[in-house]
């Protein structure tokens, strides 16, 4: 049985309105969007930060010189490798990125800043995983229209407030950033996707066990591709030691349902975070001519029976506040995510699959779940 479709005969009304408010949002980030100035580094001087993350990464962006950590829209053939220690102000909220005053410098005493950074090749990453700690690195894999400096800052941000002990680990793809490119973005994820599949076997090899990945939006429908092929490659045993959670995944449902009847039932149920009142994706929807799993209805039986027998846990997270008014990105607030995931009424063993609705007003879910807040553990 595949994930039951949904009516597409929306209102020109209703498209028209979450076209504009993802446009609004989308034309005014621009206006202040960060360069690549930002990933400059700054000396700290006397300075000394209270919190500064320790972060990698792999691209498919080419440099924009050799030697140096600043990264184009051009694609690569081989990935690229880094690593950043990113500090984080004291007056950082939940959810946000201080971003530095356009035309400045960032100062570490108000703004996120890399006061170190260093070029890797892949055997310096993978001893970095290896060797950093216990607990299981997690690989962030970001989503449509982010610049190289927002996923990495992102990541950060993801990390400072989850309180992850994993070693954080950022696959950015080359987004070209620029809301009219969807089309083009989505060539670049699936160009992506070999690179991201290489990498979780690496890592899971090198670790001798678990890799958790957490993606958003497009990033879900890369990493899908990339566990794909994993199978198609034979590599069981690398499937089997990831654990994947997909925050608002921008694929179309039957693509969904064709994924998953090629990669099968992973050891750990995919986690997939939902929201039926996704304007972003609605507009998503629209454009590719086709629902999207971020979307889908958990309380509809239909979705529960399909998301059993493909073994994926399903959540609707829609209780959470948004925090901007595309209601995409709620995953930014994940200390809230944390919180109310790690409730005992919302803890139970790994290996449940089905739909489930997260209230957050009374921090439990509607059946027992857990594989959130081992991922976004506080």
């Not at 930060?49 to 050799?66: F, I, K, Q």
């Not at 986690?271 to 507009?283: F, G, I, K, S």
């Not at 930014?332 to 997260?358: N, W």
Request: proline share 7%; glycine share 6%; charged share 20%.
């Amino acid at each position: 049985m595949r994930f039951p479709t949904v009516d597409l005969s929306q209102t020109s009304r209703r498209l028209l309105v979450a076209f504009s408010l993802v446009s609004a949002v989308g034309l005014t980030s621009c206006a202040g969007r960060p360069g690549p100035e930002t990933l400059g580094t700054v000396a700290l001087n006397d300075y000394q930060p209270s919190r500064v993350e320790t972060l990698y990464s792999v691209t498919t962006r080419d440099r924009a010189e050799p030697g140096t950590n600043v990264f184009t829209t051009t694609r690569t053939r081989e990935p690229n490798y880094a690593s950043f220690d990113i500090s984080i102000p004291p007056n950082h909220k939940p959810a946000n990125i201080e971003w530095p005053k356009p035309g400045r410098k960032p100062d570490p005493k108000t703004d996120f800043a890399v006061v170190s950074q260093s070029v890797l090749d892949r055997a310096a990453l993978l001893q970095a995983v290896r060797t950093q700690d216990k607990a299981p690195p997690v690989v962030f894999v970001h989503g449509y229209n982010y610049n190289f400096q927002e996923s990495l800052f992102r990541l950060a941000q993801l990390k400072t407030d989850s309180n992850l002990d994993g070693t954080p680990v950022l696959f950015s793809w080359p987004s070209l950033a620029a809301l009219p490119a969807y089309v083009a973005d989505k060539e670049s994820a699936t160009y992506s996707r070999d690179a991201l599949a290489n990498l979780l076997s690496d890592m899971t090899r090198a670790r001798n066990g678990q890799v958790d990945v957490f993606a958003h939006s497009m990033g879900g429908w890369l990493t899908m591709e990339a566990l794909r092929q994993l199978r198609l490659e034979g590599k069981g045993d690398v499937l089997n030691r990831l654990r994947v959670i997909m925050a608002a995944p921008d694929i179309d449902e039957g693509v969904f349902t064709a994924q998953l009847d090629v990669i099968g039932r992973m050891r750990t149920p995919i986690t997939v975070l939902v929201a039926p009142d996704d304007r972003a994706l609605q507009v998503s929807s629209f454009l590719g001519a086709g629902n999207r799993v971020g979307a889908l209805d958990a309380r509809n039986p239909e979705v529960a029976e399909a998301a059993k027998r493909h073994g994926v846990a399903i959540i609707d997270i829609s209780s959470l506040e948004p925090t901007d008014v595309t209601n995409h990105n709620r995953f930014f607030d994940v200390k809230q995510l944390a919180t109310t995931l790690s409730k005992p009424a919302a803890a139970a063993t790994i290996g449940d699959a089905g739909a489930f609705v997260l209230d957050a007003a009374a921090q439990t879910v509607s059946s027992p779940f857990s594989l959130a807040a081992r991922v976004l553990r506080r």
